[in-house]
Structure formats: C-alpha cells, structure tokens
C-alpha cells in the first residue's frame, strides 16, 4: 500500500475528504520525523508500536563488485518494534 492508497482508505473509513486525511497525515508523519531526526526522541504509540533511533556501529563491508573490504561508517538509524498487541487495531475496525 503507498501514500495515496493509505490516505484513500482513511478517508473512506472516517468519512471525510482526501485532503483532509492527507493533511493530517503530513502533520503526523511530520511531527514524528522531525521527533526522530531532530530531538532523537522516541515515539511510543499504545496498540501499535514504538520508533526510535538507533546507533548503528562502523563495521566492514565488501565491495559487491571487486570483492574488496571497505569499511562503512558508523550511523543512526531509525527503527520499528511493533506492539505484541498491533492486532488490536484491525480487530477494532473490521
């Protein structure tokens, strides 16, 4: 399912339009950007999941065409751990 596909069913689902949904869902999907990115915070949303950031060591690689060691810098990276319960909420709406 992309954007749009996601947007059309929330509209049909609550009954209001697709802009209004779309808008909505670039302020939530904004606010938790900017959360994970910008203050490193994590998110925690009861029934569905949890996204935080994670550090992700340096480590060596290989260079898929010469076979090469390379080594890879160390980043952040953002994660998803989703709730034992996330079943809840396609029990809720169906």
Same mark, same amino acid.
């Given at each position: 399912m992309n954007r749009s596909e996601l947007i059309a069913a929330v509209a049909e689902r609550t009954g209001e339009s697709?802009? /209004?949904? =779309?808008? *909505? $869902?670039?302020?939530? $999907?904004g606010v938790i950007a900017e959360q994970l990115t910008e203050e490193k915070a994590e998110i925690a949303i009861a029934d569905f999941g949890r996204f935080s950031v994670k550090?992700? /060591? =340096?480590? *060596? #690689? $290989?260079?898929?065409?010469? #076979?090469?060691?390379?080594?890879?810098?160390?980043?952040?990276k953002i994660a998803f751990k989703a709730s034992t319960s996330i079943e809840y909420y396609s029990r809720k709406h169906n």
């Open positions: 697709k802009a /209004s949904v =779309a808008k *909505t $869902f670039d302020a939530i $999907f550090q992700q /060591s =340096a480590r *060596t #690689g $290989f260079n898929p065409q010469t #076979g090469e060691k390379i080594q890879i810098e160390a980043k952040e």
